[in-house]
């Protein structure tokens, strides 16, 4: 009696065997016969398309070291419409054309001396009194907060002139369509 017990777990674990096998040999035939991912098409579909000047949106390129912010030109021809003028304007209302890279770095003087523990805040954590410094409103904090930063290295644009000699606007280009191909990196400007 005790024989055909295991003699019967055996067999169910031969054909719970057989019967996962079958199941992964079925998994890889399915999977085999779909078409591979096309990922050019799949990430190009998402490419970034301008037919305007954004001040809120200007395309950027860069490899992590390096990077251009470009105006619908395809270059940085004008840098006054992406900068923010109107101060009832929402931070992050406008993004200003830049070129920076990692090695870029300025810091402004520190005649005043600021220091991190001018801007700290005491702030209880569990019972106990941690200091951070979230007074960004103090000079000290206004400094620390904007030292070091990156620097903007170049503008470069075109200088476009109408038919009688006078310098365009950015209300004299027509027809603007720029793209960002994210596959390649390319960005193709026309007006």
């Known amino acids: 009696m005790v024989l055909m017990k295991n003699e019967k777990r055996k067999r169910k674990r031969v054909t719970y065997a057989a019967l996962v096998v079958l199941g992964g040999v079925a998994a890889v035939l399915a999977a085999q016969s779909k078409p591979p991912i096309d990922r050019r098409a799949l990430v190009t579909r998402h490419n970034p398309i301008l037919r305007a000047a954004d001040r809120r949106s200007p395309l950027s390129l860069g490899n992590g070291e390096f990077a251009f912010t470009a105006d619908i030109t395809g270059l940085q021809t004008f840098p006054d419409f992406y900068q923010r003028h109107d ?25 005043e001396g600021h220091r991190p523990e001018d801007a700290y805040a005491p702030f209880d954590a569990h019972g106990r009194s941690v200091a951070y410094a979230s007074r960004q409103a103090t000079p000290a904090g206004v400094w620390l907060r904007e030292n070091p930063h990156r620097l903007n290295l170049a503008q470069i644009g075109f200088v476009l002139r109408n038919g009688d000699g006078s310098e365009a606007l950015l209300a004299d280009l027509q027809e603007t369509d720029q793209t960002l191909d994210l596959w390649t990196g390319t960005l193709t400007s026309r007006f």
């Open 87 to 111: 101060t009832n304007q929402p931070p992050g209302g406008s993004t200003p054309l830049v070129t920076q890279a990692q090695w870029g770095w300025h810091s402004f003087p520190n005649p």
